[in-house]
RNA sequence: GCUCGGGUGGUGGAAUAGGUAGACACGCAGGACUUAAAAUCCUGUGGGCAGAAAUGUCCGUACGGGUUCGAUUCCCGUCCCGAGCACCA
């Protein structure tokens, strides 16, 4: 019979959905389970092969730990706002909700193809009101509450009042902007307007002034993670920055807990590195100079890692924007400075960082002194200092920081070497090692031992203190578009209000265009009447990572419309066990909701302080693109081998009529009209094409659908053949070349079961070579999912059916366990097989333990024994053998290094080198 | 520039608490079945040398050193590729 995977396939998905096999319901008898995938934006060009790689690997694990005996929430849903739909909105006038319900459709039949076992009763969209409901919900929420630092903890802003009224902020320790300081009395006196602009300045969501990148050509601005080489991610356009008043969530203030509990997660390194570079934690001092303008004296506040350099301190930067440079520029240099300031200013970011090289500075006309040595230090503006960072103001250690060093050369500024045998003449010496010279009390340290002494120091004189400072900025949450959540917040005499709780969600208004107004504002103010009673609505909405930041929390309880999840829901279910996607997120997705996250935790909210136990990163499947050489001039192709004997120009031929490196010479012909009357020069009777490896994307050429690979092969094939191609955390190229061993091998696994006449499985009993065979399996497969080594483990059923063939092998005493075990990987298969083996239920269910933990002798051991009393050698017993048997035939004595109950060893193979194999 | 990965046959990749490198698969070559093709099955397949053959032997995990009885694996240096961050003081 026939493996006739199509109507297999078909058969068993339709019995999944209509049989809900794989829903979920929370049960305290079985251990809980939950396998995440990052959900994807539906796109408008559906999936490509590259796409399932990391769901077919949740789905596999899924499958195993349901075998297992674990309660297993495995869901799928659609991350749904997002800019593609807008912009296509705004070229085409198709509302984005039509184009993104299309667009999930197509997603869900494609993905239904590939035989995921996805509780489909669970779905979310972060685009439909009664998901957004939440994310507004979780955005009023932060707005009601500011970070109390000494606690380390989200608190309610009425609490802040109360401090306030009793107290002034002087004794608040708080994440917050720019406040001064106040008394209970001062407090008192202000207006409701002056109030709620101090306030805004502590709450975790807040509406601010700050720099922004701006992109115009989106007509938006962007948060951090969305720019890339000053060119915006999606779209790839300038972005510039600018100072606007926008909504941000106070992320900074747990920038801490955000680095410290990353040690606790597994995570791969690299990942976690990312996060850790992000967050960017540098530990020094903020440092008082004295400074002075010609008349006035200040104290400037600047901020250093290298406490222990600053004897070697000859000038100070401030950088442009900072507030300083008003107050510390001479009137001499008042004309000097000014041009400066509008050259800085025009530089977009990506001419900054094109010009990074390049040194550009101006003298203010101030000095200050140093605290040590009581030099008189110039103060220059320089735009490689930034604003943003530490105070906006440095103390400039030339001969130890490289970017120092280029500007005293370029200005001809001194530098003054403090590490002994150091050789300034002509880079820098950053390192932080060596002991130091030149630097009075410091002198004779090591650099790691003069770093906390003039922290000491430096405490002790009063003129500074040790200081944590973070890269890590808040987020900036406010969009300027149209396809996003809406901002729960309308302006009450031009005081930012919440909305209430019971007008939750604030729907998404209808426009009669998605382009901003012709005033510049967003997209939102062409909608009738959005205001709230009398009062204007906030007309931008949120950005992407908004819907994305608590979907996780959302999969437990979706459809509760009492809370985002119900107390009882997240205490079974409480976080992701394993959570697989790509790195792209690393800095984006992943920060936000470890954010969102432990803000709810603080509010009680959620039981579990971080969301993502484990995370697997799937390598990235780029494209294999196929080349054809036409002759110049002519309509001739010219097969890979003898292109060299030809003028040729590589032309891309679409990967689907190609097949292993074999051009369907017909199929191009009828590809493009342009090639209709092709002709070809052949290499032994072949057409052969040349490839390369390159991003997936229709303009190659090679995009391969799995829509296709499933009529061909089948969906199991798909499964197994991703996972064959390599590690499921490298990046690789897709390439279909090797898909028919794997296909090969569901078919000859299929035959296994079937004679001339039909099904036939014998019930005799298992002989020790197939147990032997069967016991190798199950250890090796286990073994691999748990370690998350597909590749292997695909390998390991392949060697299996081999020798099982070998052996004649069709008793179902050793095919039975195999069913379910490669259930994970080739469900439908399974499935079918296990029917027909009277079994009534899913195989997704089956006895594990009946059937395979009962095997799980341990069928090989690798044994070291002391020899000598020196050297180890390795002994492998090939044999299905307990450890304590084991211990018995080779214990070996260790003065004579002879075996003790040798007498059971069959064979010992010694081979050159001295390496003993030891065969029982 | 800094950080983190990684360099193994014609190809994808196995094997690292150090122990017979190249599992498995693709491709290729030869063979069986077939009028033929497809499908299926069998044999061979890192390189050099010797041999009619079984086989023997030397060289081989980017390159150069080191530790070790023994290194793809550990250490030092060099080169190359990929990813991330990038004036963060």
Not at 547 to 568: I, W
Not at 606 to 626: A, D, H, T, Y
């Amino acid at each position: 019979m026939e493996y006739n995977f199509s109507e297999i396939e078909r058969e068993w998905q339709s019995r999944w959905a209509n049989e809900q096999t794989f829903k979920v319901e929370e049960d305290s008898s079985k251990p809980k389970f939950y396998v995440l995938d990052m959900f994807p934006y539906p796109s408008g060009a559906g999936l490509h092969v590259g796409h399932p790689l990391g769901y077919i690997a949740s789905d596999i694990y899924s499958r195993y730990k349901r075998l297992k005996g674990f309660n297993v929430l495995h869901p799928m849903g659609y991350d749904a706002f997002g800019l593609p739909a807008e912009q296509y909105a705004i070229q085409t006038g198709q509302h984005p909700a039509k184009t993104t319900e299309k667009n999930i459709a197509r997603y869900r039949e494609q993905l239904d193809r590939i035989g995921f076992s996805f509780d489909w009763s669970r779905e979310v969209r972060t685009c439909e009101p009664d998901y957004y409901k939440w994310t507004q919900w979780a955005f009023l929420e932060m707005f009601g509450h500011w970070y109390d630092n000494s606690e380390q903890k989200a608190k309610k802003i009425e609490l802040l009042e109360e401090i306030f009224a009793s107290e002034g902020n002087a004794k608040v320790n708080a994440a917050c902007g720019d406040a001064e300081t106040f008394s209970a009395e001062q407090w008192k006196g202000m207006s409701e307007s002056e109030k709620s602009s101090v306030l805004m300045a502590y709450r975790i969501a807040y509406l601010g002034e700050t720099s922004v990148n701006w992109c115009a050509a989106l007509g938006t601005v962007l948060a951090n993670d969305e720019v890339k080489e000053g060119l915006s991610v999606r779209g790839g356009h300038p972005v510039e920055q600018r100072k606007m008043k926008q909504w941000q969530l106070r992320v900074s203030a747990y920038a801490q807990r955000l680095l410290g509990d990353l040690d606790d997660l597994s995570w791969s390194d690299s990942l976690k590195e990312m996060q850790r570079n992000w967050i960017g934690r540098s530990q020094g001092a903020e440092m008082l100079f004295k400074v002075f303008n010609g008349s006035e004296e200040f104290e400037l506040e600047i901020f250093t890692t290298r406490a222990d350099t600053i004897f070697g301190a000859t000038f100070m930067v401030l950088a442009p924007e900072s507030e300083w440079v008003a107050k510390l520029t001479s009137p001499e240099q008042k004309e000097a400075v000014e041009e400066y300031l509008t050259y800085a200013k025009k530089k977009t970011e990506r001419e900054r960082m094109a010009e990074t090289k390049k040194v550009t500075g101006v003298f203010s006309g101030s000095y200050a002194i140093n605290p040590f040595t009581g030099e008189k230090l110039p103060v220059w503006i320089a735009e490689y200092v930034l604003a943003g960072y530490g105070t906006g103001a440095i103390m400039a250690v030339p001969a130890h920081d490289s970017r120092d060093y280029a500007f005293a050369t370029h200005f001809n500024l001194p530098i003054i070497p403090l590490i002994e045998g150091c050789d300034v003449s002509s880079e820098s010496f950053d390192a932080k090692e060596g002991v130091m010279c030149n630097s009075g009390f410091l002198n004779g340290m090591t650099v790691k031992e003069a770093i906390p002494a003039a922290i000491e120091e430096v405490e002790k004189r009063g003129i500074g203190r040790r200081k944590v400072n973070f890269r890590l900025r808040d987020a900036i949450f406010s969009r300027q578009r149209y396809w996003g959540e809406p901002f729960p917040i309308y302006y009450k005499d031009g005081i930012a209000t919440p909305l209430p709780v019971e007008n939750l969600p604030l729907e998404l208004p209808d426009v009669d265009k998605f382009l901003p107004t012709e005033s510049g504002e967003p997209p939102l103010a062409r909608a009738e009447n959005w205001n709230f009673g009398e009062w204007p609505l906030e007309k931008s909405t949120m950005p992407g990572f908004a819907g994305s930041s608590a979907y996780y929390l959302r999969y437990m309880d979706p459809h509760n419309n009492r809370g985002l999840v119900s107390k009882e829901a997240n205490e079974y279910w409480r976080d992701v066990d394993l959570y697989i996607g790509g790195t792209e997120h690393a800095t984006g997705h992943l920060i936000y909701s470890r954010f969102w996250n432990k803000f709810l935790y603080d509010m009680g909210y959620v039981c579990e302080k971080e969301p993502f136990k484990k995370l697997i990163n799937q390598g990235m499947i780029q494209g294999r693109s196929n080349f054809v050489y036409r002759v110049k001039g002519t309509n001739t192709f010219v097969s890979l081998g003898l292109k060299d004997k030809y003028d040729t120009t590589e032309i891309h031929a679409d990967v689907n009529i190609v097949s292993n490196d074999r051009l369907d010479t017909e199929a191009f012909k009828n590809w493009m009209p342009e090639y209709k009357d092709a002709e070809f020069i052949l290499e032994n009777g072949e057409y052969i094409c040349g490839w390369a490896v390159e991003k997936m994307s229709k303009s190659m050429f090679n995009v391969v659908n799995p829509d296709t690979i499933c009529d061909k092969y089948g969906a199991d094939t798909l499964r197994m053949y991703e996972m064959f191609l390599g590690p499921l955390e490298q990046s690789k190229p897709w390439d279909t070349n090797g898909i028919d061993g794997v296909h090969r091998f569901l078919k000859k696994f299929w035959r296994m079961f079937f004679n001339k006449e039909g099904f036939a499985v014998s019930a005799d009993s298992a002989n020790a070579a197939e147990l032997k065979v069967l016991h190798k399996l199950i250890k090796k497969v286990q073994e691999d999912i748990e370690n998350f080594s597909f590749n292997t483990s695909v390998s390991a059923f392949m060697i299996a059916v081999n020798e099982l063939n070998d052996l004649n092998c069709s008793k179902r005493e050793i095919l039975e366990p195999m069913v379910i075990l490669i259930s994970s990987f080739a469900p439908h298969i399974a499935e079918e097989l296990w029917s027909k083996l009277g079994h009534k239920n899913s195989v997704s269910f089956a006895s594990f333990p009946e059937y395979i933990e009962k095997h799980t002798i341990e069928s090989s051991v690798e044994y070291p024994v002391s020899f000598n009393g020196k050297m180890r050698f390795k002994i492998t017993l090939e044999a299905s053998l307990s450890p304590a048997e084991v211990e018995a035939i080779i214990r070996a004595d260790e003065n004579t290094g002879k075996f003790l109950g040798g007498s059971t060893i069959k064979k010992v193979i010694v081979v050159p080198k001295k390496i003993i194999n030891i065969v029982c």
